[in-house]
């Protein structure tokens, strides 16, 4: 779709997430995705995230977000309130797969964000949890966002009293994080 190295024309970016998404606990334009905005000023940015979302729920929604956006690149940034409730990680992964097929056949490229749960759900659990966004990235030859919690979670002063959420002062960081993986995916 669009070529290597040539500019980059106007896109589209859904960004189908959660809480971490629809930045929780703040105005929506203090979150990273308003930070990609002012990034990437020639590209029209569709905020799909809500918060507490799950990928069922990601999957429900998104026949009419495809519909209504027509993106040209869908970043999956869900799971970890399937993760948080225990949920299967096979059914977590079906809807994975869904929400990609269906972005693929709306012609939309897709990025997916790693998403991991916290050590206490047990290592077995964890791995198998992150171990599928892994696996999804293989088969479906997507590229994968390494989580990029790991890099905001271990400092109190980035995250919000709940311990879950970053605050106002991690999104920045998130927006440098995110930055390149959109560049890059644009650039496929």
Known sequence: MLVSGAPVSAATILILGDSLGASYGMPENQGWVEGLRQQFPQHQFVNGSVSGETTAGGLRRLPALLESSKPDLLLIELGGNDGLRGFSTVQLKE??????????SANADVLLTEIMVPPNYGPRYAKQF???????????????????????????????????????????????????????????
């Open 130 to 188: 992150n171990r599928l966004y892994h696996d999804l990235a293989a088969e479906y030859d997507i590229l994968l966002i390494p989580f990029f919690m790991q890099e905001i979670a271990p400092f109190p002063e980035l995250m919000q009293r709940d311990g879950i959420h970053p605050n106002e002062t991690a999104q920045p960081k998130i927006t440098q994080w995110m930055q390149p993986w959109i560049t890059k995916a644009l650039e496929k």
């Open 95 to 104: 809807n994975l797969k869904k929400i990609i097929t269906l972005a693929q």
